[in-house]
Nanobody, 133 residues
């Protein structure tokens, strides 16, 4: 059974940084692309970032480009999201999600269009990030 467990969230002042982690089990981690998705009352569900199974290709939503960095360590079955210069708009529940294949470019709607969400077949429980002074 595939399990994804996020951690690293918390309360951070504006301008601060956080590194979110996602521990994966029950799968050959490097065989799957991974995504980060966030959900907030104001912005709904928003795709944030994706990284291919080999870690060589990654993409970001325009809203976080230059602010977020995704990475993975396939030897440790870990996915990471480094967030810099946090702002109140970044307040959200952050989820990692497993893609159906190793390469999200297999599907033309991926990674950024909402239709791509149907290819995210396993989700973690989320980690909450609150940005407040």
């Amino acid at each position: 059974q595939v399990q994804l467990v996020e951690s690293g969230g918390g309360v951070v002042q504006p301008g601060g940084s956080l590194r979110l982690s996602c521990a994966a089990s029950g799968l050959t981690f490097g065989d799957y692309a991974m995504n980060w998705v966030r959900q907030s009352p104001g912005n709904g569900v928003e795709w944030v970032s994706a990284i291919n199974g080999d870690g060589r290709t990654s993409d970001y939503a325009d809203s976080v480009q230059g602010q977020f960095t995704v990475a993975r360590d396939n030897a440790k079955n870990m996915l990471y999201l480094q967030i810099h210069i946090l702002q109140p708009d970044d307040t959200a529940m952050y989820y990692c999600a497993k893609f159906t294949t190793s390469d999200y470019y297999d599907y033309p709607e991926c990674p950024s269009l909402p239709a791509c969400f149907r290819n995210l077949e396993v989700w973690g429980q989320g980690t909450l990030v609150i940005v407040a002074s």
